[in-house]
């Protein structure tokens, strides 16, 4: 399947796989700047990449697990959705959850996306929904382990 990538200043790098197996593509900072994140705030950090999505599929972007687990710097909105009809620049909003400054550069890989396919669906406004075993149960209704 093919995604067409669109390189919107100089420097940007095109998304990439670092694995033959990965499911996600890597997301670069494009700055003129470093840019430092002080505890507790956030900054937007732009990739210089727009994207065209295939048609059918959404545009997932992710944190990446190593700046979470060493930094304590994730996604201030958890996960990004990229509409398939979006055609503007693909940004990362990091927010430092971490004790000290956290400084992104040029070219750091800051963010993951990863392209899945969805399915349109039809709302009907209705009395009643099927019964299932499960029922109303949520949050925690299955246990821990």
Do not use: W
């Not at 998304?15 to 494009?30: H, K, S």
């Not at 972007?61 to 930094?71: I, K, N, P, Q, T």
């Not at 996306?113 to 009395?127: A, D, G, I």
């Amino acid at each position: 399947m093919q995604m067409n990538i669109k390189l919107l200043r100089d420097g940007a790098a095109a998304p990439e796989y670092q694995t033959a197996e990965a499911a996600a593509l890597d997301l670069c900072a494009c700055l003129d700047a470093p840019v430092t994140i002080a505890p507790g705030e956030r900054a937007k950090i732009g990739t210089g990449v727009a994207v065209e999505l295939p048609h059918d599929c959404a545009g997932f972007v992710m944190a990446r697990s190593g700046l979470s687990s060493r930094h304590g710097v994730a996604l201030a909105n958890g996960v990004g959705l990229i509409d398939p009809d979006y055609r503007g620049e693909v940004c990362a909003t990091l927010q430092n959850n971490g004790r000290e400054p956290f400084t992104v550069n040029h070219g750091d890989r800051v963010a993951q996306l990863c392209v899945v396919p969805f399915v349109r669906v039809s709302c009907v406004v209705c009395s009643a929904l099927s019964e299932t075993e499960r029922g109303e149960n949520g949050h925690g209704s299955t246990g821990v382990r």
